[in-house]
């Protein structure tokens, strides 16, 4: 994830101030959040997408992992840092101050010189299982940022199929020819614009989105984090904060207020879109395709596991479940031949996403 995006959204948190200073990792930011009672460092790993909290505790720095993270969990991290919680010492110490189990030939100082071993032995004890307590979480924390690395690893072998006319064609070049590292997260078509997100919070755009959408990615503070096109003028985007823009029919505004919003997809005419929630389920207005429709009533019962759907502006869509299956229809047959080199096991490609444009023959797909 990119810096600029990162200093972007801690200017708006409460409190947080950046520490500037060389670290033997590059491309680290480093904040410190100065909330009451417990301020919190905050060191974020913008390669590794990995931020590490620390606080003090007991007089010690903990440090707690949170990796993998997209902008939106740096936000809330920034925002909010999460605590370390330990067991407190002083409620589990023993109660030592009963005598009367204790031999009444004991001189006081005899009882305090065994109260303070009984107490120096349980304070050790506790501290070494405390300790291996911590020791494992932050065991784990490393092996999962470990995993994290190579997941990220494995994300950078993704590769784009698209076809557009060629003069999109030649904007699509050259936005990717910059990006060497950048995790592409959405992009949207309607054939004759394209717009990509990275996971860094950056956009780029062809020459020809629709100015309503181009003004609000530009203007609005918070970076997008979903975009979705259609024919028409139609648009859909998510920023990182939450707030939500589109521009189509009315008949929209109603579906956007019912849950959260995974992904829209526009379809022929002005009045067809599908909206699929975060929790699989899915609402539509107007017209589906008919192979669609049969698909998300599937043996008479409505498919409600849906990970996302895309529509073209010539009956074409795709649709894959959570369960990582995929289904397309109303394509030509040289997409058609795409998609089943996709889904070919042998060649062990994996479809992530794929959008159409209005004009046959044109979409981009992402793969691994």
């Known amino acids: 994830m990119e810096q600029k995006a990162i200093r972007k959204i801690a200017n708006h ?16 930011l480093t904040y410190l959040i100065a909330s009451n009672p417990s301020p919190a460092r905050v060191d974020i790993y913008c390669d590794t997408c990995t931020a590490v909290t620390q ?16 902008l939106k969990e740096i936000e809330r991290i920034l925002y909010s840092p999460p605590e370390l919680s330990l067991m ?12 009367d189990t204790r031999s009444k030939s004991r001189d006081k100082y005899q009882i305090e010189e065994k109260k303070s071993d009984e107490n120096y032995r349980l304070n050790n004890e506790m501290m070494l299982s405390i300790g291996e307590t911590i020791l494992a979480a932050e065991s784990e924390a490393l092996k999962k940022h470990l995993r994290t690395l190579i997941e990220t690893s494995k994300s950078a072998n993704m590769q784009f199929a698209c076809s557009f006319p060629s003069d999109i064609m030649q904007e699509v070049e050259l936005i990717f020819a910059s990006n060497h590292s950048d995790t592409l997260i959405c992009a949207a078509t309607n054939g004759k614009a394209a717009v990509f997100v990275f996971n860094s919070g950056r956009w780029e755009a062809t020459s020809n989105i629709p100015k309503g959408l ?5 203007s609005h503070d918070s970076p997008p984090v979903y975009v979705s096109l259609g024919s028409k003028g139609r648009y859909y985007a998510a920023f990182l904060d939450g707030k939500k823009v ?36 899915w609402k539509y207005f107007g017209n ?16 409600n596991n849906v990970r996302f759907v895309t529509l073209g502006a010539n009956s074409e869509w795709c649709l894959r479940d959570m369960d990582g299956n995929i289904e397309w229809g109303g394509v030509t047959d040289f997409v058609s031949e ?31």
């Open 13 to 28: 948190v409460p409190n947080c101030r950046e520490l500037k200073y060389k670290t033997d990792v590059p491309n680290t």
């Open 55 to 70: 606080r003090i505790y007991d007089g010690q720095i903990r440090s707690i992992f949170n990796t993998n993270c997209s």
């Open 88 to 99: 407190n010492l002083d409620k589990l110490q023993h109660d030592t101050n009963n005598s």
């Open 214 to 218: 181009k003004e609000k990615l530009i």
């Open 246 to 281: 589109w521009d189509g029919p009315d008949s929209m505004d109603f579906f956007f207020l019912k849950k959260p919003v995974r992904c829209v997809a526009f379809g022929r005419s002005i009045n067809d879109f599908l909206i699929v929630y975060e929790d699989g389920t």
């Open 288 to 303: 589906l395709p008919r192979e669609l429709h049969d698909h998300l009533h599937k043996d008479g019962k409505r498919l």
């Open 338 to 368: 795409i998609f089943e080199r996709m889904a070919d096991t042998d060649k062990d490609l994996n479809l992530i996403y794929v959008d159409y444009g209005c004009a046959n023959d044109t979409y981009f797909m992402i793969y691994q």
